[in-house]
């Protein structure tokens, strides 16, 4: 998984942990949030509407210095 889709994953998983009352499994934090997105489409560089998100676009523009 390329790094700056992974920081979105490691985000919502954040968010749900959080959500949660800071507790719960790691990983299926991690898996939720990796499906969600997916279902979203913005593991493919895509938004919800099926667009390139911004972040992608300048790293197609720029590239990943990370």
């Known amino acids: 998984m390329e790094k700056h889709l992974e920081q979105r994953v490691r985000e919502r998983a954040y968010e749900m942990w959080e959500s949660e009352g800071r507790c719960g499994d790691p990983e299926d934090h991690w898996a939720r949030a990796?499906?969600?997105l997916k279902n979203a489409g913005t593991l493919q560089g895509?938004?919800?509407a099926g667009a390139k998100t911004p972040d992608d676009t300048?790293?197609?523009e720029l590239g990943d210095f990370a």
Do not use: M
């Open 58 to 60: 300048i790293i197609d």
């Open 46 to 48: 895509q938004d919800a």
């Open 34 to 36: 990796e499906q969600e």
